[in-house]
């Protein structure tokens, strides 16, 4: 018996209609995804958002702060600075570790209050200046810099919140007045501002300060052309012919003839760099670089030594010193003349006037 067979016809629209619902299927399913990835673009830029506002709303806000209010550079931890030291190796000037106090006017509670209890530690305390800052709402705000080790442990046991502690470094000069117009100083700040400190300075540490790469591990030591011996003497007997003569200052230079270099240079009055509350005083200079003075008779060993090299004279060459030079309206006279014929030697070493014209 033969089966029927189907027509032609009918195979070609049941494949066409397979076909379509195939298509209805892969299309919803392309619309589902579809979906699904808008709302994940949706969300991550919902979060993006959020993430930029939250920042670009924080910069606002630190824009309009006081910046005299604000944890600017106020609340910096001093940088590192190199030792200093003479020519043989003695040190000048070196970083010690120091505590500073600071406070959180946010956590103080009563202001008065603390400032009653630090005053029994630092009377030297200004009470309108201090309360301004422990009411003025900022983050951070210096009381007080550099405190001694008992002062810090005094305020530490008063237990006051809102207080605390910073490591800072400090400048300590071991010869205190002997070498301080050398050496120089150095402000709260630990930056130089005279001497070597700032001649330091300006040959490029403070750029390394201002960057964050002045680490002290890898500072060398400044060595200097002084010998803090000869230093010692010599600042010795300018204070002790100071005092002897009541003068109003002295000074003493000490160079090395073959090189140039300053072995010890000197003057007084001084200040002791560790406590320089008198440093900016008038008579406070140092008289060997700072001060002006006339030539004078220390011109007759230049004009001594001119004679010799141009073959003009010689050690045994002879002048005569007996009566004035007169030269215009003026003459030329010796303070304490010889009245007497003088040998090169001799016009040097009793300073005439005469004979060196």
Do not use: C
Request: no cysteine.
């Amino acid at each position: 018996m033969i089966s029927r067979l189907p027509r032609i016809g009918d195979l070609l629209k049941r494949r066409k209609k397979t076909a379509e619902d195939g298509s209805i299927v892969v299309d919803a399913a392309r619309k589902a995804t579809g979906g699904k990835a808008r709302t994940r673009i949706v969300m991550t830029m919902a979060v993006f958002f959020t993430l930029y506002s939250t920042i670009a709303g924080r910069l606002i806000y630190l824009g309009l702060q006081n910046p005299d209010l604000s944890d600017g550079p106020q609340s910096r931890v001093t940088a590192s600075r190199p030792d200093i030291v003479d020519r043989n190796g003695e040190v000048l000037a070196t970083d010690i570790k120091t505590a500073s106090l600071f406070a959180e006017p946010r956590r103080i509670v009563d202001a008065d209050e603390a400032i009653e209890k630090l005053s029994t530690v630092l009377p030297e305390i200004d009470y309108e200046q201090t309360y301004r800052k422990l009411k003025s709402g900022a983050g951070f705000v210096w009381l007080q810099r550099q405190l001694t080790p008992k002062q810090q442990a005094d305020i530490m046991a008063l237990g006051v919140p809102g207080l605390g502690f910073r490591t800072e470094k400090r400048r300590f000069y071991p010869s205190g007045e002997t070498s301080s117009y050398i050496v120089g100083l150095t402000n709260i700040d630990n930056q130089g501002i005279s001497g070597m400190e700032k001649y330091i300075d300006e040959q490029g540490l403070s750029d390394l300060q201002a960057s964050g790469l002045a680490i002290a591990k890898d500072l060398k030591p400044v060595r200097l052309s002084i010998d803090l011996r000869v230093q010692h003497v010599v600042r010795d007997e300018i204070a002790a012919g100071l005092e002897r003569y009541r003068a109003m200052g002295a000074g003493a230079v000490v160079l090395n003839i073959k090189t140039g270099e300053v072995m010890a240079m000197a003057s007084v009055p001084d200040f002791d760099p560790n406590n320089p509350y008198n440093a900016q005083d008038k008579d406070r200079l140092n008289r060997m670089s700072a001060g002006l003075y006339e030539m004078g008779s220390t011109f007759k060993s230049f004009t001594s030594a001119m004679a010799l090299d141009s073959g003009k004279a010689t050690m045994n060459s002879r002048f005569d010193a007996s009566h004035p030079i007169r030269v215009g309206h003026q003459a030329i006279h010796d303070f304490h003349g010889k009245n007497r014929v003088l040998s090169l030697p001799e016009v040097f070493l009793y300073s005439s006037n005469i004979g060196s014209a």
